[in-house]
């Protein structure tokens, strides 16, 4: 970070916009760490779309205005509400997927214990009865 970005001040109406922006983001991890919680996914390609459209947002203001120690200031509240939403999203998301896995598991093993179960010899894998 260069001097002038350490002392920049936040141009009006910035910190307003950040600050809409990251309680939206918040709102839709809020929202999607509920369904997660309740294992509803019927959601889950909106809510990447909306995290997905608020994070292209948040990084196009950011690249436009650059970083100010006021604006971080004032935005202090509401980043470490989203660090803490995120941080719960991804322990949500990280059960699912654990449980995802575990099943996986399972169908792999019960497929596998299937297909060799004695059903068909070793002759009948390598090529069947007899000629025919």
Request: glycine share 6%; no cysteine; aromatic share 6%.
């Amino acid at each position: 970070m260069n001097a002038h970005a350490r002392t920049a001040k936040a141009p009006a109406g910035l910190p307003e916009t950040f600050g809409k922006l990251l309680s939206r983001l918040v709102e839709v991890l809020e929202r999607e760490n509920a369904d997660l919680r309740n294992n509803n996914l019927s959601m889950f390609s909106e809510y990447v779309r909306q995290k997905d459209l608020l994070l292209l947002d948040l990084s196009r203001l950011s690249r436009m205005h650059g970083e100010s120690a006021q604006l971080r200031a004032l935005l202090d509240g509401e980043l470490r509400r989203v660090k803490e939403a995120l941080a719960e999203n991804a322990r949500l998301l990280e059960l699912h997927l654990g449980a995802a896995r575990e099943f996986a598991s399972f169908l792999e093993d019960s497929i596998r214990r299937h297909r060799s179960d004695g059903t068909y010899s070793r002759n009948v894998a390598r090529g069947g009865y007899g000629k025919w």
